[in-house]
């Protein structure tokens, strides 16, 4: 398996543009994450699905994301429109569902927004 | 918020054994520990998780106190491409949420030639 691939790797983007990155989990894992990473804050857990449903999304900044899992082998975190303090490194991690699991993660995408 | 404490820094000499200290005092019966790192600018990296035993694979040991409140990670031959953000996280079972990985701060671990 390629493991967690995420596009894009690298984003940048105008305030106010849609921003759209993307996450493909690794094949039969059932439980998905979205986190961002900060100098300031450091990782954030942004989402966690379980079996395409949103189980947490008490990270989410605020109404400007929204992140979405059609499938099980995708999902989206989508930013409308963006700011400069959305600038971050966005990780998407994957797992088997339970407590005693390992999560793999994605190279993440380096989103700038100018 | 993390329920881990961890020093924000270590340094340790290549070759040598490299032991992580972690403070989760407020561990319950059914959570686990996991140890996770993070190289400059890549994703985090899975290390070894326990319960109530000592693990070890072939990264890592991990050695958790009889009463759970405290764990070391041990490195036991600490290379340059050790040098990495290391990160201990208890995971449990949030109602149905089925274990969220929340992460502190870290330590960050510095392997000197």
């Known amino acids: 398996d390629a493991g967690v691939i995420q596009s894009p790797r690298h984003e940048v983007t105008e305030m106010g543009q849609e921003v759209t990155l993307r996450c493909k989990p690794i094949s039969g894992h059932n439980s998905l994450f979205w986190y961002r990473q900060t100098m300031m804050r450091g990782l954030e857990l942004l989402i966690y699905?379980?079996?395409?449903?949103?189980?947490?999304d008490s990270g989410m900044p605020e109404d400007r994301f929204s992140a979405k899992m059609p499938n099980a082998s995708f999902s989206t975190l989508k930013i409308q429109p963006s700011e400069p303090r959305d600038s971050a490194v966005y990780f998407c991690a994957s797992s088997l569902a339970g407590q005693a699991t390992e999560a793999f993660f994605g190279q993440g995408t380096r989103l700038t927004v100018v | 918020d993390a329920k881990t404490t961890q020093p924000p820094s270590m340094d340790c000499a290549e070759g040598r054994a490299a032991n992580l200290p972690c403070n989760h005092s407020t561990i319950s019966g059914n959570e686990y520990v996991y140890w996770y790192r993070q190289i400059h600018s890549q994703g985090p990296q899975y290390i070894i998780h326990g319960l109530k035993n000592n693990e070890t694979n072939e990264m890592a040991s991990l050695i958790i106190t009889e009463d759970r409140k405290s764990s070391t990670l041990i490195l036991p031959h600490a290379t340059l491409r050790d040098t990495a953000v290391y990160y201990c996280i208890v995971r449990g079972n949030y109602g149905g949420s089925q274990g969220n990985l929340i992460f502190g701060k870290g330590t960050k671990l510095s392997v000197k030639p």
């Open positions: 699905f379980n079996n395409n449903v949103p189980i947490d």
